[in-house]
């Protein structure tokens, strides 16, 4: 009798018949807990990931995750499957985004996305705001402050005034940026389409109401 036989995990009832190879067993409670599947168009490669809890430990809740890349051609099935989710997601976006309305930062009343803790920029976008203003450089203080962020892209943030961008001034009875042809990138890419934190939005045809955020 082998003394050190690889030992057997099963998942039959006890006393029941079915064996099952460890390794197998492992890998498939890895990925039973399948967590993302990222395709690289570029590179026909898949990338897929999983986070597998580790249950029973006495100091808190931990995870181990298993990654693995997949060459798509090496895969016909996946190559299929790919080309397939393809198509659909073309059919998606033909039809547009019902949600998105593009005329909503200018409904917006009180420019909500302004009142944003931390609103980042460069240091180059800042001279180019002062610039703009006819401010000296000495005066950078006067509307940034300094503090990078997490990713290091930026190095200031916007001052606030009552709780919003020191820029942002009321015109004809709405909230609105007063730097807006010099704004830094931040603010021109953010996407109003995924705004769901404003207040009040001016009604969209005339002789509507003003439309509340009823989540706030």
Known sequence: MKKNAPKKRTDAPEGGKKQI????????EVFRHLSTLSVDLDQYEVEVESTHPLEGLPYGSLSRSLSRTLDIDEHPGIRRAVDALVR???KVLL?????????????????DCCSFGRIFLTRREAERILDFLGKPASALSRY????KDLTGSYDLVFRHT??????????????????????????????????????????????????????L
């Not at 460890?22 to 890998?27: C, N, S």
């Not at 593009?102 to 009343?109: Q, T």
């Not at 004809?172 to 890419?189: A, D, F, L, N, W």
Request: proline share 9%; hydrophobic share 25%.
């Open 21 to 28: 190879p460890a390794w197998p067993y492992a890998i498939t």
């Open 88 to 90: 659909e997601v073309k």
């Open 95 to 111: 039809q547009g985004d019902p949600d998105y309305k593009p005329d909503r930062c200018d409904r917006c009343v009180h420019s």
């Open 144 to 147: 940034f402050e300094e503090e």
């Open 162 to 215: 009552g709780g919003r961008c020191v820029f942002l001034k009321k015109r004809k009875g709405v909230m609105r940026c007063s730097i807006y042809p010099v704004r830094p990138r931040v603010c021109r890419e953010f996407d109003a389409a995924s705004c769901d934190d404003w207040s009040e939005m001016l009604p969209a045809r005339k002789g509507g109401k003003p439309v509340k955020n009823e989540k």
